[in-house]
């Protein structure tokens, strides 16, 4: 089945500088989604991706979706405390669109 | 706002229990998703449901059987629980069937001794 890969598995910040986490599928993708968890909460939605090279901005944060569809990047500026948590990524399979997977994660620590 | 409500924020059970696990959304979505949460493993598929009575199988279904007799309830249930079925376990709906958020519950740990 489809595999999506996030790097880095961990990401210790200062507070103010800026990262990337990113996330890359072993198949195209036809749409990809960022979630965020916060320590001790559930993942929840932050952005969708469609188009192929589409940008997509929320205020701090700049997702990606590749030209070929098959990965993405989150980028943060100026990490404040409040961006602490883990961030998926995830793909619908290539044979089934009703099946959502997820990569592992990017867990962001924040020092202040 | 959809709301996601698991019955059960805490469970200790022990080996070769049953176990349920309930889900309930309020938003009349059709899609319904359970999934297990392991430390460096993300979030893993067990099995999903696209509609009342229908079911397929995630990616480790293994050891795990869901029940959807009504729209807004999908139940996770472990026949026999094993030790390493300890896990965080997240309900999920999503109004839509290709492409929409997927709206999560709070999540329920499961501890088996």
């Known amino acids: 089945g489809q595999q999506v890969m996030q790097i880095p598995q961990y990401q210790h910040v200062q507070e103010g500088e800026d990262f990337t986490t990113y996330c890359n599928s072993s198949t195209t993708l036809s749409n990809i989604q960022w979630y965020k968890q916060r320590p001790g909460g559930h993942p929840v939605f932050l952005i969708q991706?469609?188009?192929?090279?589409e940008v997509k901005k929320q205020k701090r944060l700049t997702f990606q979706f590749g030209e070929a569809k098959k990965n993405s990047s989150l980028h943060i500026t100026a990490t404040q405390t409040t961006d602490v948590g883990t961030y998926f990524c995830?793909?619908?399979?290539?044979?089934?669109?009703?099946?959502?997977?997820f990569g592992a994660g990017t867990t962001v620590t924040v020092r202040a | 706002d959809v709301k996601v409500t698991q019955s059960s924020r805490y469970l200790v059970k022990r080996t070769g229990e049953k176990v349920f696990l309930e889900c309930v959304q309020d938003m009349d979505h059709e899609n319904m998703f359970w999934y297990r949460q392991d430390p460096g493993l993300g979030l893993r598929l067990i099995y999903f449901s696209y509609d009342v009575k229908m079911k397929e199988k995630g990616d480790i279904p293994e050891g795990y059987s869901v029940s959807r007799e009504k729209k807004e309830r999908f139940s996770l249930i472990l026949e026999s629980a094993s030790t390493n079925q300890t896990s965080m376990y997240l309900c999920?709906?999503?109004?839509?069937?290709?492409?929409?958020?997927?709206?999560f519950g709070e999540g329920s740990r499961l501890t088996v001794l």
């Open positions: 999920a709906s999503r109004g839509v069937p290709w492409g929409g958020e997927l709206f």
């Open positions: 991706l469609v188009k192929s090279g």
């Open positions: 995830a793909g619908p399979e290539r044979s089934n669109d009703y099946k959502l997977s």
